[in-house]
């Protein structure tokens, strides 16, 4: 079956890094287009971040939420199923549950990884 599992969040100081993964398996990896959203406290959960699938998969196939822009980078490695997410000069409003998304006719979920941006 259909697996996401996200890992590599924690606890950040404000302008450090963190990179996730999101570990899939159960459908063919490369030929889907990925994506991250994140959800903070009280909030709804919001699109962050796609890539498209192996044809895809360039520069040009890589969008970002304005709020990211410059700070986030999308990658996919099709030889290991991942999906990252290299988060730089992360703010304390980065801090949300990231989950990793894929649209196989229905959509799919990892179960998250916390990321809290604090001093």
């Known amino acids: 079956q259909v697996q996401l599992v996200e890992s590599g969040g924690g606890l950040v100081h404000p302008g450090g890094s963190l990179r996730l993964s999101c570990a899939a398996s159960?459908?063919?990896?490369?030929?889907?287009?990925m994506k991250w959203y994140r959800q903070a406290p009280g909030k709804e959960r919001e699109w962050v971040a796609g890539?498209?699938?192996?044809?895809?998969?360039?520069?040009?196939?890589?969008t970002y939420a304005d709020s990211v822009k410059g700070r986030f980078t999308i990658s996919r490695d099709n030889a290991k199923n991942t999906l990252y997410l290299q988060m730089n000069s992360l703010k304390p409003e980065d801090t949300a549950v990231y989950y990793c998304?894929?649209?196989?006719?229905?959509?799919?979920w990892g179960q998250g990884t916390q990321v809290t941006v604090s001093s």
């Open positions: 998304r894929v649209d196989l006719g229905r959509t799919y």
């Open positions: 159960g459908f063919s990896f490369s030929n889907y287009a």
């Open positions: 890539i498209g699938d192996v044809a895809r998969a360039g520069d040009r196939a890589r």
